[in-house]
């Protein structure tokens, strides 16, 4: 059973930069059917997709986040990494990580992290 | 961007009831639509993908139907387990997006 889980602070200062981890268990990143995504979900908000990483280390990310964002892969831990810039109160929100596969032609998020809460305050 | 419209954002109903949401695309989509299922501190769960096709595991209670810009979950006979918020998300087209959410609360 694939298992993920994010770490990172809880807490960071306006216009720094948010990192996170997601550490994937019970399976391997590497392969080419599956791409490691993040996704936030702000309060009172629906969820938002920030973006993906292949274990090759291609990336795809939201155009709204893009200048600001970064993911990251390091396939000798099994983990992906998040850095998002210049952050504001609107960065607030519960970070999850996901694994995202594709089948019959469609991508979903089977595999979920429980997600972490980050608070963008001074 | 694709832009996902769920409705209702929130539902009351009992133990045994029938439930519909319903999702709504922007432009049509095709059948790339899955649902997910989350609660507070838990990993969200993905119930159904390609708008019709049941995640393994998932009880046949859920089920989804759809095509183009209109699609719909349904729980046939809602159990405890399934108060809960459900999300559409649509994989035609990066950004991929989701619906604002429907609650679904014990009447």
């Known amino acids: 059973q694939v298992q993920l889980q994010e770490s990172g602070p809880g807490l960071v200062k306006p216009s720094q930069t948010l990192s996170l981890t997601c550490t994937v268990s019970g399976g391997s990143i590497n392969g080419d059917e599956y791409y490691w995504t993040w996704i936030r979900q702000s309060p009172g908000k629906g969820l938002e997709w920030i973006g993906h990483i292949s274990y090759r280390g291609f990336t795809h990310y939201n155009p709204s986040l893009k200048s600001r964002l970064s993911i990251s892969v390091d396939k000798s831990q099994n983990q992906f990494s998040l850095k998002l810039g210049s952050v504001t109160a609107a960065d607030t929100a519960v970070y999850y990580c996901a694994r995202e596969g594709v089948l019959s032609s469609t991508a979903f998020f089977d595999y979920w992290g429980q997600g972490t809460l980050v608070t963008v305050s001074s | 961007d694709i832009q996902m419209t769920q409705s209702p954002s929130s539902l009351s109903a009992s133990v045994g009831d029938r439930v519909t949401i319903t999702c709504r695309a922007s432009?049509?989509?095709?059948?790339?639509l899955n649902w997910y299922q989350h609660k507070p501190g838990k990993a969200p769960k993905l119930l159904i993908y390609a708008a019709s096709t049941l995640q393994s595991g998932v009880p046949s209670r859920f089920s989804g139907s759809g095509s183009g810009t209109d699609f719909s979950l349904t729980i046939s006979s809602l159990q405890p387990d399934d108060f809960a918020t459900y999300s559409c998300?649509?994989?035609?087209?990066?950004?991929?997006?989701f619906g604002q959410g429907t609650k679904v609360e014990i009447k």
């Open positions: 432009q049509s989509i095709n059948m790339y």
């Open positions: 998300q649509q994989s035609h087209s990066t950004p991929w997006t």
